[in-house]
């Protein structure tokens, strides 16, 4: 499912001493089956405008033949949101059920998903996000804050929807469990075919899977594009850049190219390799 900002515009309080810009005059192209990120503060409300949680002040969002403007009727709403899987992490209630095992099947409910084996699907669909048979009868409002996001992503996934929108989603997250997620999300994409779009105010956290990235800044669009862009200057201006990219920069001063390497991993190889 393509996506298509057209000069979309979301303002609060438009013209009072209150007014607040999340998005000013933002138009571009998300195309199916891609992984991007939106790097900002703020940006939650890019999935509450794709899912029609909210609706843009001026512009269109075009998702295949949906148009969402401020005005227009949406005759097929729920066909729209049963598509797209929004992980909305910065919720202050997040969930609606005493046990991780009815939230999932309300999700699933709610979304009219019905596998052959319920039981089964939602233990998979725990698997899928790291977490055992062991959270079912768990109260999901007791969990630690990553083991939530946890299960707000088993509860989208258990519907299988096409797009997954994933709202600060790593934010906080210990290294093992991004490194894990990454890979998750580049299965998504790779096997299934999913287009994911990542919220997100450090890109630190999408540094190495991530196919294109949008800067956010007061509403407006900064910098865009590719790997290429971790080496704009003007990037330490909007967000945190990771040690790697600054440890590129230096090697390359000294007259050496690593700047294909992204996986810090695989750099130290390579520099091992170089040294023997």
Do not use: W
């Not at 571009?28 to 703020?42: H, N, Q, R, Y």
């Not at 899912?51 to 512009?59: A, I, Y």
């Not at 089964?120 to 048979?133: E, N, P, Q």
């Amino acid at each position: 499912m393509e996506i298509i900002f057209n000069k979309l515009e979301y303002i609060e309080n438009k013209s009072s001493s209150l007014q607040k810009i999340y998005l000013n005059e933002l138009s571009l192209i998300i195309e199916s089956g891609s992984i991007v990120s939106f790097i900002g503060d703020d940006l939650s409300i890019i999935g509450k405008l794709i899912t029609v949680l909210k609706r843009p002040t001026k512009g269109e969002i075009k998702i295949d033949d949906v148009v969402i403007k401020r005005t227009t009727h949406i005759n097929n709403v729920k066909y729209l949101r049963k598509n797209i899987g929004f992980v909305y992490c910065t919720s202050e209630k997040k969930f609606l059920c005493k046990t991780v095992k009815s939230e999932i099947e309300k999700v699933m409910k709610n979304y009219e998903y019905r596998p052959k084996n319920v039981s089964k699907h939602i233990v998979d669909s725990l698997k899928m996000v790291g977490l055992s048979a062991d959270y079912l009868d768990l109260n999901p409002e007791d969990l630690s804050t990553t083991e939530q996001n946890k299960v707000l992503l088993a509860c989208v996934l258990s519907y299988n929807p096409q797009i997954l929108i994933l709202d600060y989603f790593l934010k906080g997250m210990s290294y093992k469990d991004k490194e894990y997620f990454k890979k998750i999300f580049l299965k998504l994409k790779n096997k299934f075919d999913k287009t994911i779009i990542v919220l997100d105010n450090d890109i630190s956290n999408t540094f190495d899977f991530v196919e294109k990235n949008y800067i956010i800044d007061h509403g407006k669009l900064k910098i865009s594009g590719g790997r290429e862009i971790y080496y704009n200057d003007n990037l330490y201006k909007y967000t945190k850049v990771p040690p790697i990219v600054d440890f590129i920069k230096y090697v390359k001063k000294q007259g050496h190219n690593i700047s294909e390497y992204t996986d810090i991993k695989e750099l130290i190889k390579e520099l091992y390799r170089n040294v023997k």
